[in-house]
């Protein structure tokens, strides 16, 4: 058999067991390393879409008061302005948008996204607070600038 002839049966034959296995184990070790960066990309992502969701809240009562001299609507009204935010946060069920207990006051409000369903894992962060000081709180481990 001259050289052509044996390049061309090795064509035919295709790849061998072991090439593919090495293919499957690049592929593998790609994908352990690759999976859990994008997941903490996109809880990244959703805490962020959450923070925006708070300032754009905050701002909401602070109108509110603008217009009232009170973040209460009614004595006896306790709704966050209308976002759509909140909504897509829920519908995604990642975050519950709310005011904390006992809130809002007439002269203060603390509004908290609790992470939950796929967002529930995030302990860095945890639950999200802002309140009508503009302060900035998490419940979890990480710092205010990590998670804002």
Do not use: H
Request: aromatic share 8%; proline share 3%.
């Amino acid at each position: 058999m001259d050289k052509a002839s044996r390049e061309r049966q090795w064509r035919e034959q295709g790849f061998t067991l072991i090439e593919v296995m090495i293919v499957a184990a690049i592929i593998a070790i790609l994908a352990t390393i690759a999976y859990p960066s994008y997941q903490r990309y996109v809880s990244d992502t959703w805490r962020g879409r959450a923070t925006a969701c708070l300032a754009e809240l905050a701002q909401g009562m602070e109108r509110r008061y603008t217009s009232n001299m009170s973040y209460l609507v009614d004595a006896d009204e306790q709704s966050l302005p209308s976002n759509q935010c909140v909504s897509e946060l829920s519908d995604e069920n990642r975050y519950t948008i709310g005011f904390a207990d006992k809130q809002p006051q007439s002269q203060t409000f603390i509004i908290e996204a609790t992470p939950n369903g796929a967002q529930a894992p995030d302990s860095q962060c945890g639950t999200l607070s802002v309140d009508q000081a503009g302060q900035r709180s998490v419940t979890g481990s990480g710092s205010i600038g990590d998670c804002f």
